[in-house]
């Protein structure tokens, strides 16, 4: 299945951008490292080969939330706050000790 490019729109929200998932079929995937010279070589690529067959692209939407008033808690799960920024360096430990 060959899925259109993503496209971005005035707004910077992002449409139809593909992202794997795993596919709803698969038992079990595992993932012991990329495949490296030594006794689990072959663990190693069997796991591998596996993780990319069990996985499918699927087309999401990313919004850009600053550009949107209109987003709702109940549909999105997060909300946007404003929020004054008083730090003027972001390398200086004593500022940014503050927000936390």
Do not use: C
Not at 10 to 26: E, M, Q, T
Not at 43 to 52: F, K, N, V
Not at 59 to 69: E, L, N, S, V, Y
């Amino acid at each position: 299945m060959s899925l259109p490019p993503p496209s971005v729109t005035k707004r910077n929200d992002i449409l139809g951008y593909k992202l794997p998932f795993v596919k709803s079929s698969a038992e079990y995937v595992a993932f012991s490292g990329m495949p490296s010279l030594g006794w689990s070589f072959f663990t190693q690529l069997r796991d591998l080969t596996g993780l990319i067959f069990s996985l499918e692209q699927h087309p999401i939407d990313i919004i850009d939330a600053k550009a949107r008033k209109d987003l709702d808690f109940k549909d999105t799960g997060f909300q946007l706050l404003n929020m004054k920024n008083e730090i003027t360096d972001w390398d200086d430990d004593k500022q940014v000790r503050t927000l936390s």
